[in-house]
């Protein structure tokens, strides 16, 4: 659809309302005007042609006095019986002088004419209308007009009685220029008069020039308008025309005519007036029309300027607009509130979209692009990753609202400092200080940030792990920092490192943590052949025979070759797949069980449990099901647990270690010495075996310390009513050492590496005799 701007739609509207008004009056004033003009011309034409009328009748009336007292007059009709030319001439003079007759004569009866004043008729020659005389005769009397001498006169003719008729006196006025003028004087018309005999014209005579009488007659009974006047130009006149008389053979036709230009004089002037005023009115609406519509769509294309700098988020300009007009005044105040109020709107959206809703500081999207906005300036920053470590944890053991709490007292912390700040995801937070803090500065950080915090209804105490991203040196782009903020914080959680920086083999190592993930889960669900368990034999020091075994396992992948349980028990644990290599390994060492049984190698198979699977309610009735399954009694089997997995739920833990116990499980604390539990606190646990990590064990023979450390251990244990495994022995001497101290079992490379059931089998039967001390 096309569109018109308002203003022009105004104006036209009300131009146009105005011009047609003014052309409706123009036309009607017009046709009005002109219809009068005509009625006008009518009835001068009509009054004109009644004045002639009258004219004549006067003129007639004189003539018939003039007749009356002449042909009454004694001493007239005695000189016209007398035939006294002398004093009949007098007579017809004088007479004729007192009505200023044109014409005075005297007829015989018989139509010769006698006498005359002026002579316009002569002696002896023939009246020229015999009928006229016998009219008279007969009457008394006859009028009319008639030519005589080429002349045109109205005439009276009467008998002259003496008693009886002696002859006719005539008395006449010349129908002339001078009566024609005279007429004009009074009626303002262009007479013109003709005299017609048997069709052909024979006097005529006009108030009009000859040139202008031949036109005037041309156009009789034409009514031109007023257009055609003023266009043409040539049609002067309009005429009217009436027979006067028709008598005698003669036809006197009188022709009035109007000056068409005087006619529409006054009617020219009214128009022209109008049109003037009309063009005035008409130039005075336009232009008001202009200002009108000027004044209401100047602030409108305003206000939609203004809507259109709101569109672009621009609110400078402030949206009230300076008008007379209440409608538009209104719309403008509403503008104006609508501009503050998408203003506020937009700071409030902006906000959230930049901000976490629930500490406030700024969300990961919004950090991303502050990261690459640095990144484009070229900065030189250090990103600082901050973990809440176990945040989970918290929200699992003081609940969601504690955990929510927790995260908003370290946020709040955490934007005391200068710089950026912002919450990545759960509970990690991310910032960027606007100076690089030094190593001393980030360790008082750590220490503010871990301060405890008084929660809703406890006191938590929170450890955070510090990740660094030096960039542009560890990142180069907001994605990269926040891929290697994961890979720090994860090592930090994994090695609890609590200020680490990042590093490329840092990197390596996550990746291969990642592939170990995937390749461990395809194996679990679809390749366990590439799974195996190792046993490594445990010498019994006072019996000098094998009584044990550890149940180690192996894992060769088809993609990453081998990979030692160091590194992928660990992330398995983490990755929650440790659940399916326990069971493996106790389904596979059950079996093994029975076939050494079965090849009469009397050995207990020891197998390592994480902490996961000490609180699987699961486990030992799926590891009695399978011992009875297999005909084999609880002795067949004993385990192993890390002393850091029993302190998280220590109290879970120890029931579940108890109904092991009960059913007559040995368990062992394994890499004892490396942990932070105390002999006291292990007095409480269900277990009856210390296995001293090797860590001690390996230069036992030359370490004063690790000689201290274990022998404390050994007698420690003893007095808690304990076994000792020693793990890591890998000569002769550390098992003589651990001999003397009473240490009851022996494990190591010295005695045997970790090594297939086949061939321990073999080994076991090729040893039975060894003696190892
Ligand atoms: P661990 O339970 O402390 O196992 C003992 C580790 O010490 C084994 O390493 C073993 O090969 C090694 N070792 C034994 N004697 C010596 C020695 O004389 N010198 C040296 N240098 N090392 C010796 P391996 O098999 O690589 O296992 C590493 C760790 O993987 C184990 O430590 C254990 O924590 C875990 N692991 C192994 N198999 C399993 C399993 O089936 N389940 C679970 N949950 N963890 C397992
Ligand atoms: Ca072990
Ligand atoms: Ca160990």
Known sequence: MTQTPLNQSIFRLVAGLVILTALTTFINVWIATDEQTREKLERDLSIAENVLQRVLQSREDLLYISASVLTADFGFKQAVASLDKGTIDSALFNHGQRINADLMALVSLTGSSITSVPAALKMDQEFPYPQAIESVISKGGYTSLMMLNKQLYQVIMLTVDAPTPIAIALVGFKLGDPILAQLKDITKLETTLQVYSQQNEIFKISTLPAPLVEQALAQINERPSWLSITITQDTPYVSQQFTLSDALEHQTIITLSEDAQLLFADFNSLQFSITALGIIVILLATFLAALFSRRISKPLVVLADIAKRIAVGDYTKDAVVETKTTEVSLLSKAFSKMQSNVQTREEEIIFQARHDVLTSLYNRQHVETLLEQKFSDNDNFVAIGINIFGFRGINDVFGYHNGDHCLEELAQRLSKFDGIAARLTGGELLWIPSQQPSQESIESIKSTLEAPINAIDVIINIKVALGLIYCPKDANNAEQVFKRLNIVLDEAQITRQFVLAFDSPLEARYSRRLSIITELKNTLDHRQEELSLNYQPKLDLQEGKVTHVEALIRWTNTSLGFVSPEDFIAVAEQAGFIEGITNWVINRAIKDAAIFRDAEVDVSIAINLSAKDIMNPALLPNVLDLLQANNLNTQCLSFEITEGDLVKDHNKAITHLQAFRDNG?????????????????????????????????????????????????????????????????????????????????????????????????????????????
Do not use: R
């Not at 090797?694 to 244990?717: P, R």
């Open 665 to 773: 499980f040995e368990i062992a604390i394994d890499d004892f010495g490396t942990g932070y539990s105390s002999m006291a606190y292990l007095q409480n646990l269900p277990v009856n075996t210390l296995k001293v990590d090797k860590s001690f064990v390996l230069n036992l023979h030359e370490n004063q310390g690790d000689q201290k450390i274990v022998k404390t251990v050994i007698s420690l244990a003893h007095s808690f009513d304990m076994n000792v495994v020693a793990e890591g022995i890998e000569n002769i001497q550390a098992l003589t050492l651990l001999a003397q101290w009473g240490c009851e079992l022996a494990q190591g490379y010295y005695i045997c590496k970790p090594t297939s059931a086949d061939k321990f089998i073999s080994w076991y039967q090729d040893n039975l005799t060894t003696k190892w001390l």
